[in-house]
């Protein structure tokens, strides 16, 4: 089954930093790949989805960049504030007799400080 | 995107009680809802697919009769946790995909706790 890793420790970076999360898996490719902020005691919310044939996405301070050979998408805040700070989930579309679902990564908690 | 919303946001129940959980769909006709469950420092994990007017779809190792998911309508899927447990004391959201049938909207979650 697809295993998703990303860093569980806590990243701090200082404000006006670039912020950089990893999300690892290991079985197959999926074809396309996303990225969830979550706030606590919050129900995750959609930041970017990048599919497989694409090797980078942008939206506004947000970049993700998805390898396929690596096995591997990268996720940067740049200009980081400190309302950036929240745990950042990637997810990957599973393909299941019935349908796709999206597995979820334990998420990389960012905390941003001044 | 579409806009989920999930009640209550929170409930303290004793053990053996049952609690109902509900999830709407306000601008989108959800055929599909999923429901996940999550506990601290842990990721969200798939628990149930709820499907309108059939049976919904459960995840191995998911107790059917404990976890009774309910989708009568196109707006509407409720998911009861019967005769709980303190184990069951979770974080249960419910999503449902867009329009696109890609990306997931969350409701913002229920805080179940069991004395």
């Known amino acids: 089954s697809q295993k998703i890793e990303q860093n569980s420790e806590a990243l701090n970076i200082q404000e006006g930093k670039t912020a950089t999360l990893t999300c690892n898996y290991t079985n197959y490719s999926p074809a396309y790949l996303q990225w969830y902020r979550q706030d606590p005691g919050r129900g995750p919310v959609f930041l970017l989805l990048i599919r497989e044939n694409e090797k980078e996405k942008r939206k506004e301070r947000l970049k993700v960049t998805f390898d396929t050979t690596l096995k591997q998408s990268l996720f940067h805040i740049t200009a980081s504030q400190p309302a950036d700070s929240a745990t950042y989930l990637c997810?990957?579309?599973?393909?299941?007799?019935?349908?796709?679902?999206?597995?979820f990564g334990t998420g990389t908690q960012l905390k941003v400080e001044l | 995107g579409a806009v989920v919303s999930q009640h209550p946001s929170w409930v303290i129940c004793k053990s053996g009680t049952s609690v109902k959980i509900e999830c709407r769909s306000l601008?989108?006709?959800?055929?599909?809802m999923f429901w996940y469950r999550q506990f601290p420092k842990q990721s969200l994990m798939l628990m149930a697919t709820?499907?309108?007017?059939?049976?919904?779809?459960?995840e191995q190792g998911v107790e059917k009769d404990k976890f009774l998911i309910n989708h009568a309508s196109l707006t509407l899927s409720t998911l009861t946790v019967t005769s709980a447990h303190p184990e069951d004391s979770s974080f249960y959201i419910c999503?449902?995909?867009?329009?696109?049938?890609?990306?997931?909207?969350f409701g913002s979650g229920t805080q179940l706790s069991v004395l």
């Open positions: 999503s449902t995909r867009g329009p696109g049938y890609e990306k997931l909207f």
């Open positions: 997810a990957l579309d599973t393909p299941t007799g019935g349908g796709n679902k999206l597995t």
């Open positions: 709820s499907n309108e007017g059939s049976k919904a779809t459960y």
């Open positions: 601008d989108f006709q959800a055929t599909t």
